[in-house]
Nanobody, 122 residues
Framework: VQLQAYGGGLVQTGGSLRLSCAAS????????LGWFRQAPGKDREFVAT???????FYSNSVKGRFTISRDNAKNTLYLQMNSLDVEDTAVYYC?????????????????WGQGTLVTVSS
């Protein structure tokens, strides 16, 4: 499977963006999916995950502001980001896990997209 993330861009503090991640090659309806991000000079960090059943988990830093969702019919993963802050500036990566269950561990994800840049200006 190949993943194509898009929807990033420049937004002001308090604004919103919706990231999408389209998969091709095979369906991922039985897999958990996730979003991670990497800010300049920092390690990649977990953002959100959704299991095959729709169960979701979020990092504390985005909980209540971001919403992860999936459309299995379209083979697409989404990340709705609201109330964006400069601390959210990063390259955002989507990923497909090997298993069904939502997981925060990057090592459990076998396929990664190329990333889309989100820049939040003050």
């Amino acid at each position: 499977v190949q993943l194509q993330a898009y929807g990033g861009g420049l937004v002001q503090t308090g604004g919103s963006l919706r990231l999408s991640c389209a998969a091709s090659g095979r369906t991922f309806s039985s897999n958990a999916l996730g979003w991670f991000r990497q800010a300049p000079g920092k390690d990649r960090e977990f953002v959100a995950t959704i299991g095959w059943s729709g169960v979701t988990f979020y990092s504390n830093s985005v909980k209540g502001r971001f919403t992860i969702s999936r459309d299995n019919a379209k083979n697409t993963l989404y990340l709705q980001m609201n109330s964006l802050d400069v601390e959210d500036t990063a390259v955002y990566y989507c990923a497909v896990a090997a298993g069904r269950w939502a997981t925060t561990q990057p090592g459990m994800y076998g396929t990664w997209g190329q990333g889309t840049l989100v820049t939040v200006s003050s």
